[in-house]
């Protein structure tokens, strides 16, 4: 099946600095990828759409300074958190769809997920 | 507005039945979608149903009612590893995934 690829697995920072958050899809052309963030015993988040070749679309109440998204190829997209903070600190999930199932499928592939921790 | 219900925890016996509710209420319908997260791994994927019915796929089924806006995940013979959260998921008019807060299940021995 399709394989949707996530780097890095952990990361742990110390406040202010940024960290950059990599998804790729691995056997297929993505043209749109979601980033969510979830927080411990809650549910999955959706932070924002990412749309190859065009601007994200972010969720009501995510900040689009803070939470930068770049969509650069149809393989990869990029979630850049700036000036990262203790409140930062979640795990941040990418998904994909596989065009090829058709849009009406809806199926996702996740990748594995990022930990970030912020000091 | 939009939203999906489904309990919060549930417990069951090893080798034994469990069912888990969901009901949703979305602006449109385009399927209904359960999804398995163990902790600290992202979600995968388990069924999508879009017509009524019961769609069965080995040990774990999936029912879906439009007219009630309610699906259920039927797990068969508990297995400890299938000791995870269980997310239900309803796709709107715009294809967008609509989440609930999932149902974490306790297998016990």
């Known amino acids: 099946g399709a394989v949707v690829s996530q780097h890095p697995s952990w990361v742990i920072c110390k406040s202010g600095t940024s960290v950059k958050i990599e998804c790729r899809s691995l056997?297929?052309?993505?043209?749109?990828m979601f980033w969510y963030r979830q927080f411990p015993k809650q549910s999955l988040m959706l932070m924002a759409t990412?749309?190859?070749?065009?601007?994200?679309?972010?969720e009501q109440g995510v900040e689009k300074d803070k939470f930068l998204i770049n969509h650069a190829s149809l393989t990869l997209s990029t979630l850049t958190v700036t000036s990262a903070h203790p409140e930062d600190s979640s795990f941040y999930i990418c998904?994909?769809?596989?065009?090829?199932?058709?849009?009406?499928?809806?199926?996702?592939?996740f990748g594995e997920g990022s930990r970030l921790t912020v000091l | 507005g939009q939203n999906i219900d489904q309990p919060t925890e549930m417990t069951a016996t090893e080798g034994a039945i469990v069912q888990i509710n969901c009901t949703y209420q979305t602006s449109g319908f385009n399927g209904l979608f359960w999804y398995q997260q163990h902790a600290g791994e992202a979600p995968t994927f388990l069924s999508y149903n879009v017509l009524d019915g019961l769609e069965e796929k080995g040990r774990f089924s999936s029912f879906l009612s439009r007219s009630k806006g309610y699906s259920y995940l039927l797990l068969k013979e508990l297995q400890m590893k299938d000791s995870a959260s269980y997310l239900c998921?309803?796709?709107?008019?715009?294809?967008?995934?609509?989440w609930g807060a999932g149902t974490k299940l306790i297998i016990k021995p």
């Open positions: 998921a309803s796709m709107d008019s715009n294809y967008q995934l609509i």
């Open positions: 056997d297929f052309q993505a043209t749109t």
């Open positions: 998904s994909a769809r596989d065009p090829s199932g058709g849009a009406d499928t809806g199926e996702l592939f």
């Open positions: 990412s749309n190859e070749g065009s601007k994200a679309t972010y």
